[in-house]
């Protein structure tokens, strides 16, 4: 009777283990995700400035 138990509770035990795996996964794809979305906002400020910068350069060119 012991090892049928003690099955029934190793099983349990793995379970509750693969549980917290998964939420310790999903807790940092979620903090992945929210990188990804604050370098996506960097990168498309860089760009809105490099587009102004460019234009700025253009017109002082053409004011030669």
């Known amino acids: ?3 049928p138990m003690f099955a029934v509770a190793m099983g349990f035990l793995g379970l509750a283990v693969l549980g917290v795996l998964a939420v310790r996964v999903f807790v ?3 903090r992945l995700g929210r990188q990804v979305a604050e370098s996506t906002r960097r990168i498309n400020r860089a760009a809105e ?3 102004r910068a460019t234009a700025s ?3 002082s060119v053409d004011a030669l």
Do not use: C, P, V
Request: aromatic letters at 16%.
């Open 1 to 3: 009777m012991f090892w």
């Open 28 to 30: 940092e794809a979620q």
């Open 49 to 51: 400035d490099l587009e």
């Open 57 to 59: 350069a253009a017109r």
